[in-house]
Every structure is written in structure tokens, then in C-alpha cells.
């Protein structure tokens, strides 16, 4: 059964001469457990997909099913609501709240979502140790690396168990060290079974998916399943290797 | 001419993008600087009526009075005592000695005591009252002051009673000798047989000197008043000194006549200005204070906001001085514009509050504004604004030109533990909660901004309830309302409207800083889950609880206020459901005014804030 699916979805921005179609007309369907990477030159349209699949912008056109539920037509309560439960978000720039330690970033999506404190800090955590960071769970942003903040991201849109992870140039602000550090635990949510679709440019975090999609201007224009996928070496088929 | 042009065209340019901020900085400097313009143009204005009315009645330079004496007031005003003054040296007119009887004037259910000066029917050399509406005097017939008849709502050809006799009202008149009603006996030189409470209301009546003797009884013989003119007024008071115990020292006194002073009356006449000055004085300071906190939350918030601005122009070359001149420039205007509005809004509201009621004649008409007064306001205005925005000014301008490009914020601070308190919370209150720990000074200027509201609103308070109390206890003016009361209304209804309007601003204000500075920390909280509801109530609840131990200060601080600026220490704390009802009404107001920026701010769309770049 598809758990992510899209239909015809269209948003434009701008009138008249200024008219751009950011996305223009893209079909995508999306399977459990499956890692779909989009790429594309900056500016194709990639980002508005990813925050319209995720419910943090609405489509002008088409539909959009998450897990058995149409979620293009709910209203902002039940794209809220969808967020906090199913949906977790992991942005280029990081955005964690700097005044947050890192175990305090992460359990902020489950307080969100009126669960206890107790098991929230928890779950926060179980995921910091999951993704390395146990020993940093105290520390604030500022004390962290890139490739550690970026876990901590990581980690917070785990918290609330989604059904799909979203991901927007995960590795768009890391170096190369930092960059491996991230993929590798994609590659654990992904072998863990996480649903995952990741915007990139960059072709060497594509290489880790199980399919690969390519946009310009607003469009699909290529789709190529990839048979090795996070299953070789990930360092090299990303190349960071040396 | 480059630079400064340069900095005049990017200066209005800005000011023309945000016009928003810029109107609610010019209403809260254009409130405060009225309200002090106002206190300071009220100084003297009653001047030019009362010297008006003196040169239309051949006003005295002093009164002369003797009273009764003895214990139960039973021996006769020592008369002659005022023949020598007639002739003393400087005089160069008198007219009387004129009896006078106490009575009780009734008149349409009320009943007031009166002072009844016996007059000749022809015109007198000094003080000759200037009947405004009817006649002069005629046996049977009474003229009375013209305040003190509106005060009891009789008009011409009405019938009064003076302790029971019936007299037709020939006329009104005004004089310069004797202070207008209220304050006939302001100087206690009424000597009356009901004691000083009744002077507090009593009024003035002009009758026939057999009117005014037929009024006397054994027990309540007559006094007598002298009306002198002198060769120099600007003498009166050492005239006054040299012949006699001046009025304030008290009547009846057995070394002489007492003696009262055209400054002396003019300054009673005065009365309903002065108390408008003493509560002004106060008020307009404290209009002052929530102008700083406005001025400098606004100052805060249009540096956040102008971030990318600081860093494009840095970028282009702009050192850090060009930067600082541009951010002061931008509010200094505003600043020099609004004193502007100030000091003619003061100015043209003056007359409204500077009339001495209608004892006197013509309107005190618009007061002067001297030199000093348009210096102070300007320099308040001008300092307030440098005061707030220097500081936010000057760490824009140091701000890396990376930082400001990014518009990285400031590194709000943290507070571990209301970090850890908020976790238990409801979801807006945590938000909320966190918010106010993130920029905590901001929070400590909403709560000092509504700390000083209240404190001015429960002063109000507690003076009308002082009135209320003393209303009840006195019965001073007789069941009439009390005019000097009546007229602190009247500037602490001003007051109040000003106060609460810069309280109002002060909050829309806060809560758009807050917003602003919220943008990302509130879309990350909405893309992680939050709802718009859930983001929008945190951002009113991180006005809203900062507002409440403001609140609960001002209270204990407005009581002192009052006791402070009474003039007697009086502690006098108004009704606790008037005090719950401020509270509640504070913080409902708060609510409601911060409610429309952060659902604006909850309302914007999440995607493009995400997008920005990060630093560090």
C-alpha cells in the first residue's frame, strides 16, 4: 500500500508576467519504507514539494493522501495535527531553538503534542543515544558541531514516531566529515524501515536512495530507481571516502 | 552634501516602508509630550480674566473685615477699627465699611450658607460688582455672584430665602474682591457662625445694607468689610502686613481687621487651575515614563526588523557611524515631529482645563507658550528617544555584516529553569512561557509599562474615593456638586485617557516586537505541530503574564501615588472590587490588544521563514 501519494499538485506564485510555477503539475507516489530522493537546480521547485507533501504550505491544485488520508483539503487544525503526528521535518538550517539544550530541541515536537514531560525527555533521550549524541544531550546548538546539530534535527523529527521524514538539503550547510555523519544515519532510519524523501542537490546523497526523481522548472523529469541504494558501502557510493 | 543627503533620503525611505511603527511611536511621544505641555501652559492663565475683572469693577487692592468676637461671637465687630485704614497712607480710595450677615440662602432644595454684604444702591468708588445679567440691587431684591448661582441653579428673576425670607434674584454679578465660589472664605475670612466646614461652600450675595441688617441677630451680630485702593497695588501685601493680620492668619483676631489681598484673591480664583496643575504634574510624568518604555520596545523591535538593512548597508560601505546616524536620525524625527503635535495639542486642550470658572470674566483664551516651556518638551521629546535607542542603535551598527546579512537574531538568552517549568505546561503556555525567557528585558519593560498604568489608574481611584467619603462625611458644598473636585474629574478623566492610550500602545507595540522576534521560533513551533491557535495564544500569553505582576505592583504604588501627591500622606486604598475589577480589566485589555499581531504573526506562512539561512 502507497503511504505518501500525489496527484497533479500545482502551486504558483506571483500573477501576469511574474507568474511562477513552482510546482506544475507532479504525480509521486511514495512506499513504506522507501528512501525517494529529489534533486534539481535551485530554484525548480523542489522545497515547495516537500513543504506541500508535509502540510506546511497548501497545494493550488491536486491531491495529496498521507497513510490512507487525503490531507490537501483539512483545515489548519488537521495540518497541525498531521504534522505533530505524522509528519517529521528536518530543514537545511537546522533550526533548532538556540536557547534548547539538544535533548531539549528534540522532546519540544512531543510537548507540542501534550505528552508527558517524563516521556518526552525520554524518547528524546533513546533518539540522541540512537543518533550518537547521548553525551551531548545537555549541550545548547552553540556548543555542537554541524553534523551534530543536524542529528539533533534529526533526532527531534523522530520524537513523534512519524510515518514519513521529510528532509530539505539535510546536508546543504555541512561539510564533508559532518555530511557522512548525517548519511549514516539515514541510512539506519532507512534500514530501520523510516519513510524518507530528501531534497538534495547533491548527487552523492542521491546516490543513497532507493529512487532517484529529478525536477526542473517545476516538473518531474526524470525518475530512476536505484538498485544499490544504502545497501553498499555508503561512504563510497557517496564518494566522501577519499 | 552627499552624506547628509544620503542619510535624509534613506532616513524617509525607511519611514515611508514602515509607516505602522512610525505612527505608533509619533502617539505614544505626542501623548506624553501634551500631557507635560498641558501642566506647563496651565501656569498663570487665569491671569489676564482676573485683572479684567478687576478693572471693571474698580476691583480693591485690599479688603479690610472684623467679625464679631468673644466666645460665642456675641460681641459686636469692632468697627471702628477699619476708620483709621480708610485715611492710612497709599490709599487713594475705599468704599464701605459694608455690613455683612450670614445666613442660609434656600433656594431649589438646597440650602447653602451665604455671605450677604449689605450694599448702597449707587454705584461704590472701589468694588462695585459688574452685574453680567439683571439689576443692581433694589430693597426686597438680591443679586448674587455668578458662580455660585449656577452652582445652585438659580437664574434671574428667581426667588430665594435668606434664613426664610423671600428675596426676588435682581441679577447676577461678578467681583474681583472676594474669590469666586467655592472659595469665598478661602482665607477663612468669612468668620461665620457654622465653623469652617460650611465656608467650604459658601456663596456670595449682594443685598441692601438694610437688607443685610435685617439679616443680624444678637447671636449672629453683623461684620464688616472695607474695600481699600492703593496708590501702588504691587503694595498690598506689605500694606497688608503694616495695618493688620493678613486673612490667612485667621479672622477676628483680636489685634485688628484682617486683611486680604488682591493676590491673595486672585490666587483663590486660581483654585481650579492649581489643582489641575498639581495632578498634571504627576500625571504627565508618568505619561513620560510609559513613553520611554514605548520608545524603547519600539526602538528593540525596529532594530530586529532592520537586521538585513544594517547589513546591506554595511555591506554597501556604511561604517558603523553612518549606520548609528541613520537609526537615531529616523527616530529623532519622528521624535521632533511628535513633540511638535505635543506642544500644540497641550496647548490648544489648555483652555478646556484652564477656565476659573465664571467668576471671572472673558475666557483665559489660549495660553502662551514660552520659550522654556517649548525648550523642556522638545529636550524631554529628544532625550526620551536618544535614552531608548541609542543603545539598540549603536549594537546594530557593531553587529558582523554576516550576522546582519543572515538576520540572525540576537542569541535570545536561557533560563534553564522556566525552561524546565514550562515543559509542564499547557501548550500556549509554554510557548509563552518561552518566550518570555528568550527576551526577558522585554518582558520587564511590559511589566514596568503596566505596573505605571495602573499605578496612575488606581490613584484616580482613590481620589474619587476620597471625594466620595468626604462627600458623605462634610456635606461641604450642601448637596451641590464640588466644583474643585468637579475640575479634578475633569483633568484625571484627561489623564486617564492618556495613560490608558499610551498602556495601548505600549502593548500593540510589545506585541509586535515580540512577534517580530517570534517569526522563526513560532513557524518551527508550527511545523513542528503547534497549531495557529496554540502559536497565537503563546504569543499573547507572553504579554499577558508579564502584565500581571505589573498589574498587582501598580496597585500598592498608585495607593502611594495619591498619598504622595494628596499633599496629606492620606492612605487611602479604593474598594477591593474596583481593584479586581482594574485587574481583570488590565488583563483582558492586554489580551485583546495583543491578540490581532500575534494572530498575524501565526497567520504567516511558515515555508518562507524555514527557508532562511542559518549562521554560525
Known amino acids: 500500500m502507497t503511504l505518501l501519494s500525489a496527484r497533479g499538485l500545482r502551486k504558483a506564485y506571483g500573477r501576469g508576467d511574474a507568474l511562477v510555477r513552482a510546482v506544475d503539475d507532479v504525480s509521486l507516489d511514495v512506499e513504506p519504507g522507501e528512501t525517494v530522493a529529489i534533486m534539481g537546480p535551485s530554484g525548480c521547485g523542489k522545497s515547495t514539494l516537500l513543504h506541500l507533501l508535509g502540510g506546511l504550505d497548501r497545494p493550488d491544485a491536486g491531491t495529496i493522501t498521507l497513510d490512507g488520508r487525503q490531507v490537501d483539503q483539512l483545515g489548519e487544525r488537521g495540518l497541525a495535527r498531521m504534522r505533530r503526528d505524522a509528519v517529521g521535518f528536518v530543514f537545511q538550517a537546522f533550526h533548532l531553538m538556540d536557547e534548547l539544550t539538544a535533548v531539549e530541541n528534540v522532546e519540544l515536537p512531543a510537548l507540542l503534542a501534550g505528552r508527558s514531560p517524563r516521556a518526552a525527555r525520554r524518547h528524546a533521550l533513546e533518539l540522541l543515544a540512537r543518533t550518537g549524541l547521548a553525551d551531548r544531550a545537555r549541550f545548547l546548538p552553540s556548543a555542537l558541531s554541524g553534523g551534530q546539530r543536524q542529528r539533533v534535527a534529526v533526532a527531534r523529527a523522530l520524537v513523534s514516531d512519524p510515518v514519513i521524514v521529510l528532509a530539505d538539503e539535510p546536508t546543504g550547510n555541512l561539510d564533508s566529515a559532518a555530511t557522512l555523519e548525517v548519511l549514516r544515519l539515514f541510512d539506519d532510519l532507512h534500514a530501520a524501515g523510516q519513510t524518507l524523501v530528501i531534497v538534495t542537490h547533491d548527487s552523492r546523497i542521491a546516490a543513497t536512495a532507493d529512487r532517484l526523481i529529478t525536477m526542473r522548472d517545476g516538473a518531474f523529469i526524470d525518475e530512476t530507481r536505484l538498485t544499490g541504494g544504502t545497501s553498499g558501502s555508503l561512504a563510497r557510493l557517496a564518494g566522501l571516502d577519499g | ?616
Open chain 2, 1 to 616: 552634501m552627499g552624506r547628509p543627503w544620503l542619510i535624509a533620503r534613506l532616513v524617509l525611505r525607511d519611514l515611508r516602508h514602515r509607516p505602522g511603527q512610525a505612527v505608533l511611536m509619533l502617539l505614544a511621544i505626542t501623548a506624553a509630550t501634551a500631557t507635560l505641555t498641558l501642566g506647563l501652559a496651565l501656569n498663570g492663565v487665569t491671569a489676564s480674566p482676573y485683572l479684567r475683572t478687576q478693572a471693571a469693577t474698580n476691583g480693591a487692592d485690599v479688603t479690610a473685615s472684623v467679625f464679631p468676637s468673644g466666645t460665642s461671637g456675641a460681641r459686636p465687630a469692632d468697627l471702628a477699627a477699619l476708620t483709621p485704614l480708610a485715611s492710612a497712607a497709599g490709599v487713594t480710595a475705599a468704599s464701605g465699611p459694608f455690613p455683612v450677615a450670614f445666613a442660609t440662602l434656600r433656594a431649589d432644595g438646597h440650602a447653602v450658607p451665604v455671605q450677604a454684604q449689605g450694599r448702597d444702591q449707587s454705584a461704590a468708588a472701589v468694588d462695585q460688582p459688574l452685574v453680567t445679567q439683571g439689576t443692581w440691587v433694589r430693597p426686597g431684591q438680591v443679586v448674587l455672584e455668578r458662580t455660585f448661582a449656577r452652582a445652585v441653579g438659580v437664574a434671574v428673576g428667581g426667588t430665594v430665602t435668606l434664613d426664610g425670607r423671600p428675596f426676588r434674584v435682581a441679577g447676577l454679578a461678578v467681583t474681583a474682591a472676594v474669590p469666586e465660589y467655592p472659595g469665598v472664605c478661602y482665607y477663612m475670612t468669612c468668620n461665620s457662625p457654622a465653623g469652617q466646614a460650611e465656608e467650604s461652600g459658601m456663596g456670595l450675595a449682594w443685598l441692601t445694607a438694610a437688607g443685610a441688617r435685617s439679616l443680624a441677630t444678637p447671636a449672629a451680630p453683623l461684620s464688616y468689610v472695607l474695600n481699600l485702593r492703593l496708590r501702588d497695588p504691587a503694595a498690598a501685601t506689605a500694606f497688608a502686613a503694616a495695618h493688620g493680620p493678613v486673612a490667612v492668619t485667621g479672622p477676628g483676631s483680636p489685634s485688628g481687621p484682617a486683611l486680604l489681598t488682591w493676590q491673595q484673591v486672585q490666587d483663590a480664583d486660581n483654585d481650579l487651575v492649581s489643582v489641575a496643575q498639581r495632578v498634571l504634574a504627576p500625571g504627565s510624568w508618568i505619561a513620560i515614563a510609559l513613553a520611554v518604555a514605548s520608545v524603547a520596545v519600539l526602538a528593540g523591535g525596529r532594530m530586529t526588523e532592520q537586521r538585513r538593512r544594517v547589513g546591506r548597508l554595511k555591506a554597501a560601505g556604511g561604517g558603523p557611524s553612518l549606520v548609528v546616524v541613520i537609526l537615531l536620525a529616523e527616530h529623532l524625527l519622528i521624535a521632533l515631529v511628535a513633540a511638535t503635535a505635543g506642544l500644540g495639542a497641550g496647548w490648544l486642550v489648555a483652555p478646556a482645563l484652564s477656565s476659573g470658572g465664571t467668576g471671572l470674566l472673558g475666557a483665559p483664551g489660549l495660553p502662551a507658550l514660552s520659550p522654556g516651556t517649548v525648550g523642556l518638551v522638545m529636550a524631554v521629546a529628544l532625550g526620551v528617544t536618544l535614552a531608548a535607542t541609542l543603545v539598540p542603535a549603536v549594537r546594530a551598527a557593531r553587529t558582523s555584516t554576516v550576522r546582519a546579512l543572515a538576520d540572525a537574531a540576537r542569541p535570545p538568552r536561557r533560563r534553564a529553569l522556566l525552561l524546565t517549568v514550562s515543559a509542564w505546561l499547557p501548550v500556549p503556555l509554554l510557548l509563552g512561557v518561552r518566550l518570555i525567557a528568550r527576551r526577558q528585558r522585554r518582558a520587564v519593560l511590559g511589566a514596568a509599562s503596566t505596573a505605571v498604568t495602573v499605578m496612575g489608574v488606581v490613584a484616580v481611584m482613590a481620589a474619587h474615593r476620597d471625594a466620595d467619603v468626604a462627600t458623605a462625611r462634610f456635606n461641604w458644598f450642601a448637596g451641590l456638586p464640588d466644583p474643585v473636585f468637579g475640575r479634578v474629574s475633569q483633568v484625571m478623566a484627561v489623564l486617564t485617557v492618556v495613560l490608558v492610550a499610551l498602556a495601548a500602545v505600549n502593548v500593540i507595540i510589545a506585541g509586535w516586537a515580540t512577534a517580530v522576534d517570534a517569526r522563526q521560533p513560532s513557524a518551527l513551533a508550527r511545523a513542528l505541530g503547534g497549531s495557529r491557535g496554540q502559536v497565537s495564544a503563546g504569543l499573547s500569553v507572553a504579554q499577558v503574564l508579564p502584565a500581571v505582576p505589573g498589574a498587582v505592583l501598580g496597585m500598592p504604588l498608585g495607593v502611594l501615588l495619591f498619598a504622595a501627591a494628596n499633599g496629606t500622606g492620606q492612605v487611602l486604598v479604593p474598594p477591593a472590587s474596583w481593584l479586581t475589577a482594574l485587574l481583570l480589566g488590565t488583563l483582558t485589555a492586554v489580551a485583546v490588544l495583543t491578540f490581532i499581531p500575534s494572530l498575524m504573526t501565526a497567520r504567516t506562512a511558515v515555508a518562507p521563514l524555514l527557508q532562511a539561512e542559518t549562521f554560525g
